[in-house]
């Protein structure tokens, strides 16, 4: 289904331009005058809504605020002529998407911008959606992506989720593992019983054994009562030790005699007991590598490697930044009691550009500290965590193993030229609006425009 676009403008060459410019790829909708404009608005559920500041019998700013009480989580975009462009800014600091000057000079910026500001309207319906769900599916965890890379994962989980087999779980740290084996869980036939979950890395030994197997009283000083232990508490569920690369060589000989028997024993006990648990292993190591190093048994690693699920990296994961960080902020919002957000243009292309190495538990603590951190209202470029805005980030993720730069998409290449050059401009005319102009060639309110859109000027 294609979205819908609400364009509010009295010129008429303006909303058929941008009737043609979308009329492949959206379904436009125009109203000449504010009166036209509320008709149109109270029958239909728009995904974007563009309008002009100055109409007939309405002012554009204070249409889209009537708006924006009706339905909050409402995109727009305002269109604007150079001289009002500070109302636009302010605009943009009260919750609008971004703004548009007239005359359009670019088409494919115009188109560009429109994207983004449909990007972040379906960010916001698909929080929604995933709230529905969550409520409607008690214990099942949310899952925020629509990434073809996520995509292919969701389907490949739900196929082995009702398996019974053991699942190796392979991906970077802080892509989620734990939450595709909660997920795994859920989708089992085995959710009506326990899930457990145990962190081999950090633990000693003795501490690690202890939990897994259970103990006797008396087995060890300390031990002053019998304690059910994890291969126990498991039994009918399914048990998910994280970080399994870092278990000791003892305790991996124990664990493959307990998948292979069925049975354990408590420690401080000679009587073998039964259990029936589905594993769940996860790992941010290469375990075959592990294997080659002599620090994983072989035949462990064969036991547990039935059936192999890769999570993607956040950087394979196109689309799904801006998604999970809608989502984050809805999160925090609630957690922390405010009301931060949206994120302006800037803000959406520094995290887009951004590597985040630390995966989705990078951009989640990110997000977290915005929200702790921000006083309210939309959240710039400028309010981004040191680290999130790095331009270089973008270019050292586009290589290959070999060193080779994999090329840009032409719309990527061309923002990221136009980022590097209004930065390095701005910074050879030492901040001096006037003498960038004047070095660039370009006129200084157009200039103005594209350093505001870029985060280089605040007002």
């Known amino acids: ?216 009283k008396g087995a060890f000083t300390g031990a002053t009562q019998a304690t059910t232990g994890y291969f126990e508490k498991a039994h009918g569920g399914n048990l998910f030790l994280d970080e399994i690369a870092d278990m000791s060589p003892k305790l991996q000989s124990s664990l493959l005699r307990v998948l292979q028997d069925h049975t354990f024993t408590r420690i401080g006990s000679t009587q073998p007991r039964p259990t029936d648990f589905r594993l769940i292993c996860a790992t941010n190591r290469p375990l075959a590598a592990e294997v080659k190093a002599g620090r994983f048994r072989e035949d462990l690693y064969f036991r547990i490697n039935v059936i192999p699920v890769r999570l993607p990296p956040l950087r394979e994961r196109d689309g799904d930044v801006i998604r999970l960080a809608v989502h984050f902020l809805d999160h925090f919002n609630a957690k922390f009691g405010k009301q931060c957000g949206p994120f302006s243009p800037a803000a959406v292309r520094a995290m887009e550009t951004c590597s985040w190495r630390g995966n989705v538990r990078q951009l989640q603590h990110c997000v977290e500290r915005l929200v702790a951190l921000h006083p309210g209202g939309p959240i710039d470029f400028l309010h981004l965590c040191p680290g999130c805005d790095q331009g270089g980030d973008r270019r050292a993720s586009n290589c290959t193993a070999s060193g080779k730069a994999i090329p840009l998409g032409y719309q990527d290449a061309r923002a990221e030229f136009e980022r590097d050059y209004l930065r390095s401009l701005f910074d050879s005319a030492g901040g001096n609006m006037s003498e960038a102009a004047r070095l660039s060639g370009i006129p200084r309110q157009n200039l103005y425009v594209r350093m505001k859109r870029w985060g280089y000027v605040t007002e």
């Open 1 to 216: 289904m294609l979205p819908k676009l609400l364009v509010v403008d009295d010129d008429h060459y303006t909303r058929t331009l941008i009737r043609r410019l979308l009329d492949k790829s959206a379904e436009v909708h125009v109203a000449a005058d504010g009166a036209e404009a509320r008709r149109r608005f109270a029958a239909e559920d728009f995904n974007l809504v563009l309008m002009d500041q100055c109409l007939p019998a309405d002012n554009g700013l204070e249409l889209l605020r009537e708006f924006r009480a009706q339905r909050p989580k409402m995109v727009a975009i305002l269109i604007t002529g150079f001289a009002d462009v500070r109302d636009a800014v302010a605009a943009v600091r009260e919750g609008l998407f971004d703004y548009l000057t007239k005359p359009f000079e670019d088409l494919e910026a115009l188109e560009a911008v429109i994207g983004k500001a449909l990007e972040m309207d379906g960010a916001y319906r698909e929080i929604d959606v995933l709230r529905t769900r969550l409520a409607a599916e008690a214990g099942a965890p949310v899952i925020v992506g629509g990434s073809p890379a996520m995509e292919r994962l969701l389907a490949q989980v739900r196929q082995v989720a009702g398996l019974d087999t053991t699942v190796l779980l392979e991906g970077e740290s802080g892509t989620g593992k734990d939450v595709i084996a909660k997920l795994m869980h859920a989708w089992s036939g085995r959710s009506a019983r326990p899930f457990l979950e145990l962190n081999c890395g950090g633990l000693p030994e003795t501490l690690l054994e202890s939990l897994l197997f259970g103990y006797e």
